[in-house]
C-alpha cells in the first residue's frame, strides 16, 4: 500500500511561482513511477508531468512545458512540482499518481497509476 499527501497549494496571482510536494509512505519509493495531474470541475483529470521512478526521465504536457519542473527526491520519499508563471487556466485541484508495477504504459493516462493523494488546491487569479 502506497500512502500520498498532496500539500503546498495556495491563491497565488498571473506570474506569480508555486511548489507543490507529494510525501509518499508505505512502500520502497524509487521502486515506482510517479506523476502529477490536475482536475478542474466537469472535465477530466488532465496530466501535467511525469518523472520516472529514477528520476532520469521526465515529461510535459504542451500546457506547461518550460513553466513547470517536476522532481523527487527517492531518499526522502518526495515528489515536488515547481510551477512558474502560472496562469488563470493552471487553477485546478493537483494530485501526485503513483505507480508500483511495470515499465510499459502510458504516462499521460490516469488510468496508468492506482494511488493517488487527496489533492492540493491551486487557483491562480487574473
Known amino acids: 500500500q502506497v500512502r500520498l499527501v498532496e500539500s503546498g497549494g495556495n491563491l497565488v496571482r498571473t506570474g506569480d511561482s508555486l511548489t507543490l510536494s507529494c510525501a509518499s509512505s508505505?512502500?520502497?519509493?524509487?521502486?515506482?513511477?510517479t506523476a502529477w495531474f490536475r482536475h478542474v470541475p466537469g472535465k477530466e483529470r488532465e496530466f501535467v508531468a511525469r518523472?520516472?521512478?529514477?528520476?532520469?526521465?521526465?515529461s510535459y504536457a504542451d500546457s506547461v512545458q518550460g513553466r513547470f519542473t517536476i522532481s523527487r527526491v527517492n531518499a526522502q520519499s518526495m515528489l515536488y512540482l515547481r510551477m512558474t508563471n502560472l496562469k488563470p487556466e493552471d487553477t485546478g485541484i493537483y494530485y501526485c499518481?503513483?505507480?508500483?508495477?511495470?515499465?510499459?504504459?502510458?504516462?499521460?493516462?490516469?488510468?496508468?497509476?492506482?494511488?493517488w493523494g487527496q489533492g492540493t488546491q491551486v487557483t491562480v487569479s487574473s
Open positions: 499518481g503513483a505507480r508500483t508495477w511495470g515499465s510499459t504504459f502510458d504516462p499521460t493516462s490516469q488510468y496508468s497509476y492506482e494511488y
Open positions: 518523472i520516472s521512478a529514477s528520476g532520469a526521465a521526465t
Open positions: 508505505g512502500r520502497t519509493f524509487a521502486d515506482y513511477h
